[in-house]
């Protein structure tokens, strides 16, 4: 069982940068691939950035390429996205997702996926 709690949203300017946070706790989070999604009103949950156990392997869906940056710290059991140069269209819901993996892969699928935090909401103002 993992417990995932995100932080960091908030209202932020058009051009400007938010880091996002999610503490895991339970056991074996190193064993773990893990996730960020969102989800704005009235559209699917979406694949953000993904990335394996070891973070050597990394995604990340077309729009935020280059502006966004997944991390983890297996020693913290933790996962940060950082991004910078945030635009209306990144206002959504962003959730944190584990996968328990013993490869050193990511997965982009929402089903790959068996925990979730509750989110975090990210606005974008322009």
């Known amino acids: 069982q993992v417990q995932l709690v995100e932080s960091g949203g908030g209202l932020v300017q058009a051009g400007g940068s938010l880091r996002l946070s999610c503490a895991a706790s339970?056991?074996?989070?190193?064993?773990?691939?893990m996730g960020w999604f969102r989800q704005a009103p009235g559209k699917e949950r979406e694949i953000v950035a993904a990335l394996s156990w070891s973070g050597r392997n990394t995604y990340y869906t077309d729009s935020v390429k280059g502006r966004f940056t997944i991390s983890r710290d297996n020693a913290k059991n933790m996962v940060y996205l950082q991004m910078n140069s945030l635009k209306p269209e990144d206002t959504a819901v962003y959730f944190c997702?584990?996968?328990?993996?013993?490869?050193?892969?990511?997965?982009?699928?929402?089903?790959?996926?068996?925990?979730w935090g509750q989110g975090t909401q990210v606005t974008v103002s322009s």
């Open positions: 339970g056991r074996s989070f190193s064993n773990y691939a």
């Open positions: 997702a584990a996968a328990f993996s013993l490869e050193n892969v990511y997965y982009t699928l929402r089903s790959a996926y068996a925990y």
